[in-house]
C-alpha cells in the first residue's frame, strides 16, 4: 500500500487520502439501478427470471425454495459446519438476547402517565450476498435478531444458486421463504413485491454498490413504504497500530476485508515507518497465498498506510474517516478506545482479528460505511422493531398541565390545540 505522511499533506490531500475507492462513486451506478428497479416494479417475477440469467447466468422457472430444496441442502452440510454454525448462534442469540427491551412507563408528573413501548417489525427482508462470496455468516446476522424480536415475516433473497450452507443456516435460524435472487433487483422485490416475492416494510442486509444503491433508492420511492437498515455497502477496515504491532497479524486483517470485493477498502494509521514498510512485505507474502487474491489486489490499489505523529492522533485520523471495521493493535487498546467517536465495531488487541466478529464473537456484522458509523449505529435488536410512545392524562393531570399546554398553544397561534384543552376543563367546572 502507499505510505503516506499525515503531517506533510495538506488539507486538501487529506481529504483525497481518506476519500473511498472511485468505484463507489461511478455515477453510471445509479442510473443502472433505477432501470432495474422500475423493470421490476412493472415485470414482476418475469423480469427476476431475466435478472437471474443476465447476471448469474441461471436459469430458474421457480424462484422460491421448496420444503424438498430446502430439506436437500441441509442434508448435504457436514458436521464441521454444522458445530460452527452451532457456536455461532449460541454467541449472537447470547449478546442479542441481552438486548431486549423492557420498555419506560413513568409519571412525568402527579396524573400524567408516558410510556415508551416497542413492537417487532412485521415483514423484514433479509438480504444475503452471494456471488463471489457466500455470506453464511450474514444469515445468521440478520435472520436471528429477526427472530428474537418477534418479526412475523421473514423473507431471504439471495443469488443463485444459493448455496447449501445458506439454505442450512437460514433453516436453523428459523427462515422458511428463501427465494432465489440477489442483486439490485432483489432488493426492489422486497420493497415492490412481484407475484412470488411479498414486499416488506424494512429491508436488511451488506451488498456491493448496486445493492446499496438500489435500498437508498427505493426507501426514498414514494410508491413504496419501506425502510432500510442502514448504508451498509462495500467492506472496509482501518486499522491503528504503535510500533510495537505484529506486521503478519495487520496484514491478515487488512487482507480479510480486502478479498470481500474489488471497491473494498482498508487503511493501516501508525507512528511507525518501519512497521508500514514490514506490513507491506507482509501483505506481499499473504496474497500471493490467497484464492480471491486478484480480487484482494484491486482493493489494495485504493488502500494507504498513513504515518501520525502519536496515537492520539492516529485516533482522530480514524474518526475523520469513520470506518466500518477499527482493529486497534496498541500496548494500550483501551485507553486509545476512549477517544474513538465513529466505528461501526472495534476490535481490541492483538488477538481480536476483525474476522471473529464477522463470523462468531456474537456482535452483529452489518455495519454502516463510506464514514456513516459516525452518526449511525451497528445493527441490532432494536432495529427489528419499532418504539412509540403512550400518553394517559387522569382529570387530575389534565387540570395540573392543561394551563401550560393552553398558553404553548396560544402563543404558537394554534388555537384548535388550545381549544382541544379548554373545552375538556370546561366540562369539568359543570
Given at each position: 500500500?502507499?505510505?503516506?505522511?499525515?503531517?506533510?499533506?495538506?488539507?486538501?490531500?487529506?481529504?483525497?487520502?481518506?476519500?473511498?475507492?472511485?468505484?463507489?462513486?461511478?455515477?453510471?451506478?445509479?442510473?443502472?439501478?433505477?432501470?432495474?428497479?422500475?423493470?421490476?416494479?412493472?415485470?414482476?417475477?418475469?423480469?427476476?427470471?431475466?435478472?437471474?440469467?443476465?447476471?448469474?447466468?441461471?436459469?430458474?422457472?421457480?424462484?422460491?425454495?421448496?420444503?424438498?430444496?430446502?430439506?436437500?441442502?441441509?442434508?448435504?452440510?457436514?458436521?464441521?459446519?454444522?458445530?460452527?454454525?452451532?457456536?455461532a448462534v449460541n454467541n449472537?442469540?447470547?449478546?442479542?438476547?441481552?438486548?431486549?427491551?423492557?420498555?419506560?412507563?413513568?409519571?412525568?408528573?402527579?396524573?400524567?402517565?408516558?410510556?415508551?413501548?416497542?413492537?417487532?417489525?412485521?415483514?423484514?427482508?433479509?438480504?444475503?450476498?452471494?456471488?463471489?462470496?457466500?455470506?453464511?455468516?450474514?444469515?445468521?446476522?440478520?435472520?436471528?435478531?429477526?427472530?428474537?424480536?418477534?418479526?412475523?415475516?421473514?423473507?431471504?433473497?439471495?443469488?443463485?444458486?444459493?448455496?447449501?450452507?445458506?439454505?442450512?443456516?437460514?433453516?436453523?435460524?428459523?427462515?422458511?421463504?428463501?427465494?432465489?435472487?440477489?442483486?439490485?433487483?432483489?432488493?426492489?422485490?422486497?420493497?415492490?413485491?412481484?407475484?412470488?416475492?411479498?414486499?416488506?416494510?424494512?429491508?436488511?442486509?451488506?451488498?456491493?454498490?448496486?445493492?446499496?444503491?438500489?435500498?437508498?433508492?427505493?426507501?426514498?420511492?414514494?410508491?413504496?413504504?419501506?425502510?432500510?437498515?442502514?448504508?451498509?455497502?462495500?467492506?472496509?477496515?482501518?486499522?491503528?497500530?504503535?510500533?510495537?504491532?505484529?506486521?503478519?497479524?495487520?496484514?491478515?486483517?487488512?487482507?480479510?476485508?480486502?478479498?470481500?470485493?474489488?471497491?473494498?477498502?482498508?487503511?493501516?494509521?501508525?507512528?511507525?515507518?518501519?512497521?508500514?514498510?514490514?506490513?507491506?512485505?507482509?501483505?506481499?507474502?499473504?496474497?500471493?497465498?490467497?484464492?480471491?487474491?486478484?480480487?484482494?489486489?484491486?482493493?489494495?490499489?485504493?488502500?494507504?498506510?498513513?504515518i501520525v505523529s502519536d496515537?492520539?492522533?492516529?485516533?482522530?485520523?480514524?474518526?475523520?474517516?469513520?470506518?466500518?471495521?477499527?482493529?486497534?493493535?496498541?500496548?494500550?487498546?483501551?485507553?486509545?478506545?476512549?477517544?474513538?467517536?465513529?466505528?461501526?465495531?472495534?476490535?481490541?488487541?492483538?488477538?481480536?482479528?476483525?474476522?471473529?466478529?464477522?463470523?462468531?464473537?456474537?456482535?452483529?456484522?452489518?455495519?454502516?460505511?463510506?464514514?456513516?458509523?459516525?452518526?449511525?449505529?451497528?445493527?441490532?435488536?432494536?432495529?427489528?422493531?419499532?418504539?412509540?410512545?403512550?400518553?394517559?392524562?387522569?382529570?387530575?393531570?389534565?387540570?395540573?398541565?392543561?394551563?401550560?399546554?393552553?398558553?404553548?398553544?396560544?402563543?404558537?397561534?394554534?388555537?384548535?390545540?388550545?381549544?382541544a384543552i379548554a373545552v375538556?376543563?370546561?366540562?369539568?367546572?359543570?
Open positions: 500500500m502507499q505510505i503516506l505522511d499525515w503531517a506533510s499533506l495538506s488539507s486538501t490531500e487529506q481529504q483525497q487520502t481518506l476519500a473511498r475507492s472511485p468505484l463507489i462513486g461511478d455515477a453510471s451506478v445509479e442510473q443502472g439501478v433505477r432501470d432495474i428497479i422500475e423493470q421490476v416494479s412493472n415485470q414482476g417475477d418475469a423480469a427476476l427470471i431475466n435478472f437471474n440469467k443476465r447476471f448469474d447466468g441461471v436459469e430458474l422457472t421457480e424462484l422460491a425454495l421448496s420444503t424438498e430444496q430446502i430439506n436437500a441442502a441441509c442434508a448435504r452440510i457436514s458436521d464441521n459446519v454444522k458445530q460452527a454454525v452451532a457456536q449472537i442469540e447470547t449478546f442479542h438476547n441481552a438486548q431486549v427491551f423492557n420498555g419506560v412507563d413513568i409519571e412525568t408528573q402527579p396524573g400524567v402517565r408516558c410510556e415508551l413501548r416497542s413492537e417487532p417489525i412485521e415483514r423484514v427482508g433479509l438480504y444475503i450476498p452471494g456471488g463471489t462470496a457466500p455470506l453464511i455468516s450474514t444469515v445468521m446476522m440478520l435472520a436471528l435478531p429477526a427472530k428474537i424480536a418477534g418479526c412475523e415475516k421473514r423473507v431471504l433473497v439471495s443469488p443463485p444458486p444459493i448455496n447449501d450452507a445458506i439454505i442450512y443456516a437460514a433453516n436453523v435460524c428459523g427462515i422458511t421463504d428463501i427465494f432465489q435472487v440477489g442483486g439490485a433487483q432483489a432488493i426492489a422485490a422486497l420493497a415492490f413485491g412481484t407475484e412470488s416475492v411479498p414486499n416488506v416494510d424494512k429491508i436488511f442486509g451488506p451488498g456491493n454498490r448496486y445493492v446499496t444503491e438500489a435500498k437508498r433508492l427505493v426507501s426514498q420511492d414514494n410508491r413504496v413504504s419501506v425502510s432500510i437498515d442502514m448504508p451498509a455497502g462495500p467492506s472496509e477496515v482501518l486499522v491503528i497500530a504503535d510500533k510495537d504491532a505484529n506486521p503478519a497479524f495487520i496484514a491478515s486483517d487488512l487482507l480479510s476485508q480486502a478479498e470481500h470485493g474489488v471497491d473494498s477498502q482498508v487503511m493501516l494509521v501508525t507512528d511507525s515507518v518501519n512497521l508500514a514498510e514490514e506490513v507491506n512485505q507482509a501483505l506481499t507474502e499473504q496474497l500471493a497465498q490467497l484464492s480471491r487474491k486478484d480480487i484482494a489486489a484491486t482493493a489494495l490499489e485504493c488502500s494507504r498506510s498513513i496515537m492520539s492522533e492516529a485516533a482522530k485520523v480514524s474518526n475523520l474517516y469513520g470506518p466500518e471495521h477499527l482493529i486497534i493493535q496498541t500496548n494500550a487498546p483501551r485507553d486509545l478506545l476512549k477517544q474513538i467517536r465513529g466505528a461501526g465495531s472495534v476490535f481490541l488487541g492483538a488477538y481480536t482479528p476483525e474476522s471473529v466478529g464477522d463470523y462468531a464473537s456474537g456482535t452483529n456484522h452489518v455495519l454502516p460505511t463510506y464514514g456513516y458509523s459516525r452518526s449511525v449505529s451497528s445493527l441490532s435488536l432494536a432495529d427489528f422493531s419499532r418504539r412509540f410512545t403512550v400518553q394517559e392524562l387522569s382529570v387530575q393531570g389534565l387540570q395540573t398541565l392543561g394551563q401550560s399546554v393552553m398558553v404553548l398553544a396560544e402563543n404558537e397561534l394554534l388555537d384548535a390545540h388550545k381549544n375538556r376543563l370546561a366540562s369539568l367546572q359543570q
